[in-house]
């Protein structure tokens, strides 16, 4: 018995609605993928149909071919477009449950920080850095020799009082200034010099709020052929300008075995004169300590004291509390 084209054109147009349906309803990829299969699979609903083509007359093949085609592709169009639906869906459930808000305040973690006076020997290095100037080091432990001797101060000087330090067993001790730095730097090196020393100094003094035992200072030195005190004066000066602004900044003559002439340098600081540094311009000897030639050569040095920075700047009363560690205090830098 053949069948009628018309028949098999009507089941194969409700198979495209019924599909449409069904796919419409489909709430997940797995239901999806079953209905794929029951339409399209090879013993889905698609072959059932086209099964019964053999039944009809062969002229009218053709053209149940081509509708079939067309219901097939058009379900599977209904299965591809609900596909990506679903897959969109499911992201936008996924983004919706996992939001991240990013104003929420953060983990508040204790972040360590540069104790203050460290950080004012890296901005003292920095500036002469950027005038050009080596950073180098010495030893804590010095010999007498580089301490006091090769600074023009022969055992018996009388200056040598105002830097009572501590003696080891052996004869050596606590270095006093960071100016045995100047005569280790210029035994390695020859002229021109610039360097720039910063280090930790010892002194047996009475402790109070303006000293302490141990303290820092920072060491600056150029040897050169022609340096005059105008070099040393704009030098300071420059400094002076870069790390503390527009101070009024005044030089006093003074006294220091190594240098000649030497000075003070106060800064003037709510009202008062504050002493920073000494300097002034190496003493032949010093030179001729370390076989320079005092005739071809001159040189200036000054020696900044931390402590005192760090009182001008952070108003510090009492220079004992930068050694406390005292996290009260530290915070505050
Ligand atoms: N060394 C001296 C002190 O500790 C400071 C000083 C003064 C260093 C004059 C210098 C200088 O280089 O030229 O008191």
């Known amino acids: 018995m053949t069948i009628q084209v018309t028949d098999l054109e009507a089941q194969l147009q409700e198979l495209g609605q019924n599909a449409q349906a069904a796919v419409t309803e489909c709430q997940t990829l797995d239901d999806l993928e079953q209905l794929r299969v029951s339409y399209l699979g090879k013993k889905g609903k698609l072959s059932g149909v086209l099964g019964a083509m053999g039944k009809l007359d062969a002229g009218d093949r053709p053209r149940i071919g081509a509708l079939a085609n067309e219901v097939k592709e058009l379900v599977q169009t209904y299965l591809d477009e609900k596909r990506t639906a679903l897959i969109n869906a499911q ?26 006076l460290n950080g004012l020997i890296d901005r003292t290095l920095d500036i002469f850095v950027g005038l050009g100037y080596t950073v180098s080091t010495g030893p804590e432990m010095e010999t007498d020799y580089y301490n006091f001797a090769a600074l023009n101060m022969p055992p018996d000087h009388p200056a040598r009082d105002m830097q009572d330090t501590f003696y080891l067993p052996d004869g050596n001790l606590l270095r006093t200034h960071t100016s045995p730095v100047q005569i280790r730097y210029m035994e390695q090196h020859q002229p021109p010099i610039r360097v720039i020393a910063p280090g930790r100094v010892y002194r047996r003094d009475t402790v109070d709020a303006t000293h302490a035992a141990v303290f820092h200072q920072i060491e600056l030195l150029a040897v050169d052929e022609g340096l005059r005190f105008t070099d040393l004066k704009g030098t300071i000066k420059e400094f002076l300008r870069q790390m503390f602004g527009d101070l009024p900044v005044r030089f006093r003559a003074s006294y220091f075995p190594f240098t000649e002439p030497s000075a003070e340098v106060d800064l003037q600081w709510q009202g008062r004169w504050l002493e920073v540094l000494g300097c002034g311009m190496v003493d032949p000897n010093v030179m001729q300590a370390v076989g320079y030639d005092p005739e071809k050569y001159t040189g200036f040095a000054a020696g900044f004291g931390v402590e005192r920075f760090a009182m001008v700047l952070h108003q510090l009363d009492d220079i004992r509390r930068v050694y406390t560690s005292d996290l009260r205090f530290l915070r505050q830098f």
């Open 91 to 116: 992201l936008e459930a996924k983004l919706q449950t996992e939001t991240l808000d990013v104003t929420m305040p953060g983990v508040y973690r204790l972040q360590g920080q540069i104790h203050p």
